[in-house]
């Protein structure tokens, strides 16, 4: 049964993932262009990923902080290059309990230039370092375009914030949290994902360095799901954190940010979703599973439902029974649309027999299942599902990596196919900006050095770089 | 030992708690007076508090959600009193994107105005009802006075919002959500409570009835610690939220709110603490044991510590070893300040015999243990002393509730004793009104109906009041 209020998705995809995006109930409108409400099915699907990756922070030594939301306009400006990047995004408090205030206030676009102040105030020795920090919050940023989970003028996310006593200690965590992030994305997302660092004109706004976790999507555009900043000492001297080391000598600290945001919601609803709306990989779906009672007016229908619900339950599986009064079609379609990736069917016949049905959201393949295995069987089939749907996805990725030799052949595969464009670039910025202007795809990551020759300019190549268009 | 760094208790009871806050590094002060920076360790027992209440909304059938960090003025102004309640308190946004806003906006001082938007947006049916939603945020308030946690420009807290199909359900969550509330300040902060209904004097902005829970801090003034608001229609009508009933006819729903804040930290600082410190109810802490190694540079003494370490965080507790080459004297000031509910002592001698000692904080007793029954102990030690903790509080709190017959003795008691006064009152604003303004003590809830006579003008009274001084 398919669900027709949906926009198809080769159709119109901007539209269907819209359709998607509200008719699973993740988030809804809110009367401020940008700013989104995240509703329950979408807000669960955050905790899941939150679950995840504080328990990831935790294990790696990370304590959680809160930071205030607003920032004097003066401490924003401490940091030259970060400050350019931001002041054209920034919402700006003038006024506070009636009267206008002294010092604008900037509700945070992101929190460096806070934690930095805070650094330089408590570390005084080596023996306070290193510091790891992790923030939970929303931030605003003023977007023109604005695009539900993908980019808003409000969104959740988590930023990390560190500072080291050495360079290297810096340096392996900031590639120590891009792997975390790729891992997450992996094991809980099914998303592979392509990493390597930005380029110098794609960096973060103040970082020497930008490493990335870059998705490609079901259309052939990539997202950029989450990225790690190796900052050297450019913050430590714009405000001063230092700390005297063994030998009592002042020396910088070396420090690094990493941020992962409800973006990847988006990603996912892009890269494994279809015609009948979501589906969602098996370890980050709030439901794993829904049990749809066939004939559930008969007698025992509903009983059998429940307890089966409670077996599941009671070892951890996400489930719900769906008892409403709706017909079993119009359930199943809910449940699709809403990308459960489990449906157990069970009716009179099924209980007499001792089975039920089991039918998978990502394929559509059903099986008949005995009852006294069904613990063993759906975590079974939820792995199962977790595995086809990452080497789907890898499978994808991979078919849509193009290394091009020239110029025209670069611009044929960016129109015809899409997806991520392999090209030697010389390094310079305004071979990537012609590019950009020409074609619309910019740099995603450098993949490694190269011997070859600029795919715009001819000259001697520097880089492999991924080029893509993207969200 | 003594940690001399933090002023008597007894002696100067706000300088006393500004010493902990800031000593056992709970939280720091940003560069904006009234936004306060939460440290780890002051942001881990908010974790803790989160946690333990997630669940409980979980379990109660509430969903987690997340509404936009702005409101339109307009959308504020939408319910009279609600508005009146906090216009004077509002942080304004005038600019966004560097542009002038067409219309200001606020940051939430609470979300009740956009959760009524998206409820009349998203409800059609009683078939949409009840919708049970909270979400964790942190809010803005304007405010002149401030003290670390316990008045802040900007706090951390949960709003729960929820609508209903009829009253008697409403009003039955408002009573649900407060019992979790006091329930939650028993098991985990030790903390007994005076619970009742505001007048309406101190009502919510909006609200037909408040319910609190309020706290008796050691100096014997009281701190409101977390409310719970029956609304009724108010802002159904206000905001048209209405639905189809089983017989087709429109109906507008009941509404309830309730929120718990980060001054719960505050609550425990003040109810526990002593002249060494902070004194954290075990099941709150974010270390529940300390193990201080004597003569760790002895062979054996350190190993033997992380073995003790080992076994213990394998059995869930929350337990850590100070290995730094601090002196044992130094370390167990610092455990004290930072209130560890339980420090283990093991140096060579005890590892022979072995042994350890048990000290704890809150009563200063050490007991010598095998360690063979060690998991064992420390898990009877903890409960012990949550429970010794909650005892002492409770009879604090008893012995400091007093009756009074006339205005005379109110003030006296209020002047010599501080505490909670049980008084009669008339039900009339102008006496509640003249109480506060001659004596600075104000209704803290209602306790029941009265037959006697109101403490100021000595007519007929309609209820038992607590009054008390407040934070």
Known sequence: MKNEAICKRDEDFAQWYTDICLKAELMDYSSIKGFIIYRPYGYAIWENIKNYLDKEFKRTGHDNVYMPVLIPESLLQKEKEHVEGFAPECAIVTKGGSEELEE?????????????????????????????YNQWCSVVRWEKTTRPFLRGSEFLWQEGHTIHATEEEAREETLTMLKIYKDMAKDLLAIPMVTGRKTEKEKFAGALETYTIEALMHDGKVLQSGTSHY????????????????????KYVYQTSWGLSTRTIGAIIMVHGDDNGLVLPPYVAPTQVVIIPIKQEEEGVLDKAYELEATLKKQGIRVTVDSSDNRPGWKFSEAE?????????????????????????????KITASITNIVDDINNTLEVIHNEMYDKALKHLNDNIRKVSNYDEFKNVLTDKGGFILADWCGDENCENKIKEETSATTRCIKGDSQGKCIYCQKDAKYEVYFAKSY
Chains 1, 2 share one sequence.
């Open 104 to 132: 604008n206030l900037i509700i945070r676009p992101t929190s460096e230039t806070l934690f930095c102040e805070h650094f330089a105030k408590i570390v005084k020795s080596y023996r306070d370092l290193p510091k790891k």
């Open 337 to 365: 649309m809403r990308g459960i990736p489990v449906r157990i069917e069970i009716g009179p016949k099924d209980i007499e027999n001792n089975q039920c049905i089991i039918a998978k959201r990502n394929t559509g393949e």
């Open 231 to 250: 900052f050297g000492d450019g913050f430590a001297k714009a405000f001063n954190m230092r700390y005297l080391d063994k030998n009592n000598q002042q």
